[in-house]
């Protein structure tokens, strides 16, 4: 499933990084998490909002990576890697698409005429744009997503798995559309997952883009910013992108209040935005699929150039700090890109030294 993150396409399997070698507490820790990530803990999406308000419903939903629910063979797979066993690339995720560009779904009985149309609405502007299509499941499909509307808040299995029949899960938390998980950009958010992405935060050159403030997170919340390989997720040549309907906000799994996550470039407030999704999501999901033309459409000018003016504004700040343009509460004293590294040592030996 790591097919998508940023759209991975799911080929490999390595989390980022040599292998490395894990103590017994780390593994038992590791698989706890990811366990507590696939029980429901009771709460509602309302309570978790209440503990981060500052984070999207998405982000606070209690599942792997805020709101990806996890298969049992996504759970080993995650755990052979973090534990590093076997030889790198050893294990291969399988191929997740979708058989012929198309997604069998059902929505549950539950929701009323204006959710099911927030739904609809949803589906129809992904077919708009890309070659997915959707089709309602008839008595002879054995594997398709069941829409769902529990309460605690809106995930998705991600990718297709032919083994996992209606377990293929879409749950948006019923609200009024507009409001919560029945926002446009979430539920497309979440249909993505279901086509086979992951979130754009995790993907190998993040630490390129984006600074991880590992300080501030609540506990286990760095097992939510791994980031995986090259051999494992593919950005099918679309560059990074903060306004991508799957990346993180500023604050995802913060425990102080404080940003977990911040640009190294200016983002124009633009990262974890729910407003819409961008032109390259919908390139990714066509490049994906192999969708006719998809390869050949070049990447949007206006995004190029704005690339290049991140690039030329990096240059220029090189020598100073390059969170500059932040707020002043997110501005650390960080430099270039490659400091962040060394920052990131630096904050961790200060924990210690704390201690
Ligand atoms: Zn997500």
Not at 9 to 24: I, K, N
Not at 283 to 304: F, I, K, Q, S
């Amino acid at each position: 499933m790591w097919s998508a993150i940023v759209v991975l396409s799911l080929v490999g399997c390595a989390v980022a990084g040599p292998p490395v070698t894990r103590s017994r507490k780390d593994i038992e820790g590791f698989r706890a998490y990811l366990e507590r990530s696939r029980t429901d803990d009771g709460l509602r999406l309302e309570s978790r909002m209440l503990l981060n308000p500052k984070a999207s419903p998405w982000e606070n939903s209690g599942k792997f990576q805020g709101d990806i629910l996890l298969n049992d063979k996504q759970v080993e797979l995650l755990m052979q890697q973090y534990a590093g066993v076997g030889a790198r690339n050893a294990f291969i995720w399988p191929n997740t698409k979708w058989p012929r560009n198309t997604v069998v779904y059902e929505i549950n009985n539950e929701f009323t005429q204006a959710q099911v149309q927030a739904i609809r609405a949803s589906m129809a502007e992904i077919e708009e744009h890309t070659c997915i299509r959707f089709r309602r499941k008839t008595s002879f499909d054995r594997n398709y997503v069941l829409v769902t509307g529990r309460p605690d808040g809106c995930y998705a299995t991600a990718g297709y798995w032919e083994d996992m029949g209606m377990h293929h899960t879409l749950n948006i938390g019923k609200a009024n559309p507009g409001e919560g998980c029945f926002i446009n950009a979430i539920i497309i958010h979440e249909w993505l997952h279901i086509i086979g992405f992951l979130h754009l935060h995790s993907t190998h050159d993040r630490d390129d883009y984006v600074r991880i403030l590992w300080e501030n997170m609540v506990p286990d919340g760095e097992y939510d910013f791994q980031k995986f390989d090259t051999d494992t997720v593919d950005n099918m040549d679309v560059p990074y992108e903060y306004a991508s309907t799957m990346h993180y906000c500023r604050y995802g799994h913060t425990a102080n209040g404080k940003p977990t996550m911040l640009p190294i470039y200016n983002d124009y407030g633009r990262m974890g935005q729910l407003d819409y999704v961008t032109e390259w999501d919908w390139l990714r999901v066509n490049r994906h699929y192999n969708c006719p033309g998809a390869w050949e459409t070049p990447v949007h000018a206006d995004e190029l150039s704005q690339k290049r003016e991140n690039d030329a504004a990096l240059e220029k700040m090189s020598q100073r700090n390059v969170a500059e343009d932040l707020p002043q509460e997110e501005v650390l004293a960080a430099d270039t890109p490659q400091d962040v590294e060394a920052e990131k040592v630096s904050v961790v030996e200060e924990a210690r030294l704390d201690q």
